[in-house]
């Protein structure tokens, strides 16, 4: 395990990076001195002091439960050793240290062998690669020999790992080699962790914490990658991209400390890494220009007349684009270095980064990164410099004399600021990043819809940076979307002329000539130019400046795509207001008190208001006019959506919603705006391409082309491709323009358009998904089955994704004002849909909404299938009464419609619920029933779904063979019907039952089959059950790190909505591959979560496996009583529900339990009866096992029978050997001492093989019943 003061610091590192504070803000805060936390984070305190962790938590503003964890962590650094910790270095010269000990490391092979490893933590170095290394492709005979004796040197050295006290650092398998360590061990592993966190920080907007990170990361580094090592393994790819990786890492800490002004810090570091990268063009680009800035510029100036030497006398060339353009702002006074954006964004993650965090050990170092991309052309990489105001340029007189220079005015035309501005932090970070256009002009487009704030955002940060623009700022309103003529381009140059001092008299003729007269001017200046409310981008473009030192910021409800395609210009969205920050405005006009004094009204009232800035100013307009008024009475009159837009009146039309959308549906196409109208008539939260055509009656490609122009106009947003979504407001407004425009009969056709196709595409999806459910007859469709129009079951279920709460609001709608019948169809086909995602408070929802239409129709048949999807979803949350009473319905409502599958299906899906309860003779009855109603009607894919779980009642009852028949059966039924979907859990089932047969190459190869069908359909709760019982299989042969993996990988695949029986699978499997590993802590947390899970659900058999883990683990932690307590309680259950498997558990641990608290004879009987379980059901490695502790009970005790335990050992080693388990090792190796003439049978703990093994290994069921039989039958 990972050392607790190393996950102590990370987790007070991520929270201050969260929090978007320095390590010096954080330390002023809470009062403890910035090394003190420098040290706590990187680990390097074995036991901060509570006192100092609760001013941390306090600033951090931590609740006293988040506190109470911190503390909880600093008291088990007191429980942890420390002092003999091994530590690898490879980011410099190879060290080895343990504690503050240095480690010797002896020849210089074996160094070389340990730091080809460590370069690479956790992955295979083959045999071929260490003899490259080591002997350069031309090894010694002996070279397998030495090989094998570096690494058993290593081992000694290193000692274990710190993932359990038995596991060596240095793990082998076949032939090859590989370094187990975790991140407190090596300083690379460090170093990809600090980089990783720097570039989320990066993400988040948190320069600052960011810079600090990457400052970090650096200081991991002593020198070059294993520095002073031969030539062949500094020159190995994986060091040569390590290097390249601190190269990277260096630049963007230094654009980061640049742009901050913090040039004595990037100077020191630059300094170190110059001393490994002397010729290396932007290292000395980059501190040239931090010289200059810290006030160092003769320095500066003399550093690139060096490397400008140095190049050419070591490299015959000059220096580069980027070291000039530094040499060049130095010498005319502008030193600070802006980077383009792309340095101040993280790189892409690399194809092979690994599994995601949390994966046990570490994923394939993150840090291997292609090198950082070269400036792009036209200057170097900038990020907010501090220039001087340039002088300004002489302009020629028209004689051609030189006249006196024409030297601007310093416009400064920014309107005022409003007050009360609140929010936009992200937005304004990315406006900062804006700043410098590397060698071009910047243009950046504010876009957003109208009342968004887009103007008070622009003046708000124009405003604020103003001193960096020294020449100037200019400002101009395009009414670009006014009630009024939107500003020609010529009418607004003439402003810009005129602000900038040039008579009229001077003005050119035409357009033309007056913007190359503009350009001229401000050319070679540092200027804002601010565009507010554009119409689009042919208004823009004679208005845009040609120097590189000027920005222009362009505000528009268009998004404006010609600038971005053709200028280049940097989009920047603008969305509503969040709800803190729609308070925050609303305390700064009304007061902090009143808005604190009635929460829920604000809430209200910010909803009502969109989270528009414009809407809630009118809100506060009326408030503060209306200081009696409580909030509730204004949020009240903001009652409904179609009421929302009546409740604004005021004297100024320009601020009324209904005038302020006008605006923009008046300048859209017809087409456009008859879509835009019937669109209110949608009932979901969003709409896609294709149901918005089927909704207009149009082709699609006509609906992209008009929804475009939507978008353009900012009525909706493309929120994904092909997915538009928008405010209730925008809605209520089209809304009221469908109903006084669209005649009704117009209406009602396009709702029934809509609900068509809703329902013909989840019908092509339900039968492409899961064809094996029963759904209702071709003939209650209007047009029988839709035909399939999806690529494959994966684009089916991305449709089902994308479109499932449309789909969810389409039934209760329909059920409340129709069309009904639409609305029961769709139901009906999304049943399937809801059991996979486990979407369980919309299901019952749906259920119940499409039961009231049904009902309301009259509809037997609808009601049958209504009845199905709420037993369905009440069995999948526990509530087995409720579920069996609608099956009850359902049986009933079946019969009286004629509709034999819904009898079948009700028969199987009380069979399900019997069977889980452990009522298995009442389970059979049912089973069997549907299975005849099936057979009688030919309907053999139906009848696979109750073999599926007639064979999960063989397993449980130990009848392997025949639940392997059933499973073949089943799965041929679905494959021969073309119909894969169906055979995922029945393969899942077929891999644990050859487990229990110790079949294991045939139970990995269904179960792997198993997840890579789920995979295509995206059924995460059969995927994670297949994951779940493939990590007992690879317990099962000893491959201990590939059960924690892939139990882990099966637990995160496993969310809340998961099923509970899969969820108490994989919560089993992870706990046994944490206790094979000693992660004790672990593997007792998730079996009590398993339990209380199975226990919940009254799942027993998972209970009672659940108790047999728990057994094992008291065991091994010496608590025999706990675990004598649990062992009974898991036989009692077994027993009582007939399942063998745990029952032989049961008995081999009472065994064991007895036989360490010194009764082999009570240990003997209980080994007998679990011998004879497992033989009976030919649970082979249980019998193998149980024979194990039958040999070692005989084996114990003054009574003790040599000869017996040597027999029962040689008949488990018998079983082990054909299995192909380890377990054959431990026991050949208690026969040779048993010979030896020392002693007979191995005395005390030396006979006990299989503690773990006798339970660990046995968990789950492979998912238990399929899904299918709580809707399938």
């Known amino acids: 395990m990972r050392p607790v003061e190393t996950l102590l610091g990370e987790s007070i590192r991520h929270l201050r990076v969260t929090a978007g504070l320095t390590q010096q803000e954080l330390a002023r805060s809470a009062g403890v001195s910035e090394r003190s936390l420098r040290d706590i984070e990187a680990g390097r305190v074995g036991r901060p002091r509570p006192s100092s962790l609760r001013r941390l938590g306090a600033a951090l503003r931590l609740s006293d439960e988040e506190v109470e964890t911190l503390l909880s962590r600093v008291r088990a650094t007191g429980r942890t050793a420390h002092g003999d910790r091994m530590h690898i270095s490879v980011l410099g010269p190879l060290n080895v240290r343990r504690g503050e000990a240095p480690v010797g490391i002896g020849a210089a092979k074996q160094r070389e062998l340990l730091g080809l490893l460590a370069m690479q933590p956790s992955q295979v170095i083959t045999r071929d690669e260490i003899i490259a290394v080591l002997w350069d492709d031309r090894p010694p005979r002996t070279h397998l020999n030495l090989i094998q004796g570096y690494v058993a040197s290593l081992r000694r050295s290193l000692g274990t790992a710190a993932r359990g006290p038995s596991a060596s650092v240095v793990t082998s398998a076949g032939g090859a080699y590989r370094l187990e360590v975790e991140p407190g061990q090596l300083d690379l592993l460090g170093f990809g962790d600090l980089c990783l966190q720097a570039k989320g920080a990066l993400v988040a907007g948190h320069l600052s914490s960011a810079e600090e990170l990457f400052g970090e990361a650096l200081g991991c580094w002593r020198g070059s990658v294993l520095a002073g ?64 800035g810290g006030g160092e510029q003769a320095a500066a100036l003399r550093l690139f007349g060096d490397i400008r030497s140095r190049l050419a006398e070591e490299l015959g060339v000059q220096p580069g684009h980027e070291l000039a353009a530094a040499h060049l702002r130095v010498l005319r006074g502008h030193p600070a270095f802006p980077a383009a954006p792309d340095a101040l964004t993280p790189a892409p993650d690399p194809p092979d980064a690994g599994p995601a965090a949390g994966a046990p050990g570490p994923a394939a170092p993150p840090w291997h990164a292609p090198a950082p991309s070269q400036s792009p052309a036209g200057g170097p990489p900038a990020v907010g410099a501090l220039r001087a105001p340039s002088a300004p340029r002489p302009s020629p007189a028209d004689d051609g004399r030189r006249a006196p220079a024409v030297r601007p005015a310093v416009p400064a035309q920014l309107p005022f600021v409003a007050r009360g501005f609140v929010g936009r932090r992200d937005e304004l970070v990315r406006l900062d990043a804006a700043l410098g256009g590397g060698g071009h002009p910047t243009i950046v487009t504010l876009s957003g819809t109208a009342g968004v704030g887009k103007t008070t955002l622009a003046v708000h940060w124009a405003h604020r940076v103003r001193d960096r623009f020294p020449d100037g700022q200019l400002y101009l309103n395009l009414r670009g979307y006014s009630a009024g003529r939107a500003m020609e381009p010529a009418d607004a140059i003439a402003c810009f002329l005129d602000a900038l001092d040039v008579p009229s008299s001077r003005l050119p003729p035409t357009l033309e000539a007056q913007v190359g007269l503009f350009r001229s001017l401000v050319a070679d200046r540092r200027m804002l130019v601010v565009l507010d409310n554009a119409k689009d981008a042919e208004q823009v473009r004679p208005l845009l400046p040609g120097s590189p030192g000027c920005l222009v910021l362009v505000t528009s409800r268009d998004r404006l795509p010609g600038l971005v395609a053709v200028e280049g210009a940097r989009p920047l969205g603008l969305d509503r207001l969040s709800a803190a920050e729609g308070r925050e405005l609303l305390a700064g006009r009304l007061g902090s008190d009143r808005v604190a004094a009635e929460p829920e009204a604000v809430g209200e009232i910010i909803g009502r208001c969109a989270r528009l800035p414009l809407a809630l100013a009118i809100v506060c307009a009326r408030a503060a006019a209306n200081a009696h008024f409580p909030l509730a009475t204004l949020a009240a009159e903001l009652g409904g959506a179609l009421t929302f837009l009546d409740a604004f009146h005021g004297g100024d039309p320009t601020i009324q919603p209904r005038t302020v959308f006008s605006w923009s549906y008046r300048t859209l196409s017809p087409e456009a705006a008859r879509l835009f109208r019937l669109m209110a008539l949608h009932p979901g939260v969003d709409i896609g391409l294709a149901a918005a055509a089927r909704l207009a009656d149009i082709p699609e490609e006509r609906g992209r082309r008009l929804l475009g122009e939507l978008v353009q106009a900012h009525l909706v947003d493309e929120q994904r491709p092909e997915r538009y979504t928008w405010h209730d407001l925008l809605q209520a407004y089209a809304a009221e323009r469908t109903h006084e425009e669209d005649a009704a009969a117009e209406r009602v056709a396009a709702v029934h358009r809509l609900y068509e196709h809703y329902r013909g595409m989840t019908q092509a999806a339900a039968g492409l998904l899961y064809p094996q459910m029963v759904r209702l007859p071709d003939e209650v469709y209007p047009s029988g089955r839709s035909p399939a129009r999806f690529d494959g079951p994966r684009g089916a279920m991305s449709w089902l994704d994308a479109e499932h709460l449309n789909l969810y609001a389409a039934v209760v709608r329909a059920a409340e004002d129709g069309p009904r019948r639409a609305g029961w169809l769709i139901a009906d086909a999304l049943r399937g849909y809801l059991a996979k995602r486990r979407h369980s408070t919309q299901w019952l ?48 409502t079946s019969r009286r419609a004629g509709w034999m599958a819904g009898e079948a299906v009700a028969h199987g899906n009380m069979g399900t619920i019997h069977g889980e309860s452990g009522r298995l003779t009442a389970s059979y009855d049912c089973f069997r029933q549907a299975l005849h109603i099936w057979r009688h009607n030919g309907s053999e894919i139906y009848e696979a779904t109750v073999l599926n779980n007639l064979a999960t009642l063989d397993r449980y009852c130990g009848r392997f063979d025949a639940a392997v028949g059933h499973l073949e059966r089943a799965i041929a039924i679905w494959r021969s019907a073309g119909m894969p979907a169906g055979s995922p859990a029945a393969l899942n089932s077929l891999g644990q039952v050859y487990r229990d047969l110790g079949e294991f190459a045939l139970s990995a190869a269904c179960l792997r089959e198993s997840a890579d069908l789920t995979l295509e359909t995206r059924d995460l709760n059969v995927h994670a059950a297949a994951l779940a019982t493939l990590s007992g299989v690879h317990h099962d042969l000893g491959r201990m790190t590939e059960a924690l993996r892939t139990a882990d990988l099966a637990l995160r695949l496993t969310g809340v909505h998961s099923l509970d029986r899969s969820r108490c699978l994989t919560y089993n499997s992870y706990a046994a591959a944490c206790h094979a590993v000693g992660r004790y802590d672990g593997a007792l947390h998730h079996y009590r979560r398993s339990l209380d899970l199975a226990r919940e659900s009254g799942t027993r058999h998972h209970e009672a496996e659940a108790l047999i883990g728990l057994s094992a683990l008291h065991m091994d932690r010496g608590d025999l009583e706990q675990a004598h307590d649990v062992t009974a309680g898991a036989l009692a259950i077994a027993e009582r529900v007939r399942y063998p498997v745990a029952e032989g558990q049961a008995f081999a641990a009472l065994a064991e339990i007895h036989l360490r608290r010194g009764d082999p004879g009570a240990a003997i009987e209980h080994a007998r009866r679990a011998v004879d379980v ?91 019943f399929h899904d299918g039989g709580v809707h399938v039958g």
């Open 229 to 292: 090592s031969g030539s062949a393994l500094r020159n190995h790819p994986a060091a040569v991209a390590l290097d390249r990786r601190r190269m990277e890492i260096a630049l963007r800490f230094a654009d980061l400390a640049l742009a901050g002004g913090r040039f004595q810090q990037a100077v020191a570091r630059l300094h170190d890494l110059l001393r490994d990268e002397p010729l290396h063009e932007g290292l000395h680009a980059r501190l040239v220009q931090a010289m200059a």
């Open 845 to 892: 929802t749906v259920m119940k909404g499409a039961l009231s239409a049904a009902c309301a129709d009259a509809d037997l048949m609808g009601q049958a299938a209504a009845h199905l999807g709420i037993a369905h979803a009440y069995h999948t949350t526990n509530r087995q009464k409720e579920a069996t009473d609608h099956l009850d319905h359902l049986l009933e």
């Open 1174 to 1264: 497992h033989g009976r059901i030919r649970h082979r490695l249980g019998e193998a096992r149980a024979l194990v502790r039958l040999g070692n009970a005989f084996g114990h005790g003054p009574d003790r029978a040599p000869q017996a335990a040597v027999d029962h050992w040689r008949q488990a080693l018998a079983i082990f050997t054909d299995l192909g388990t380890p377990e054959a090792d431990q026991v050949r190796s208690l026969i040779d001492r048993a010979g030896r003439p020392s002693g007979a049978g191995g005395g005390g703990d030396d006979g006990v093989v299989g503690d773990r093994g006798v339970v660990a290994g046995e968990h789950g069921l492979g998912g238990g």
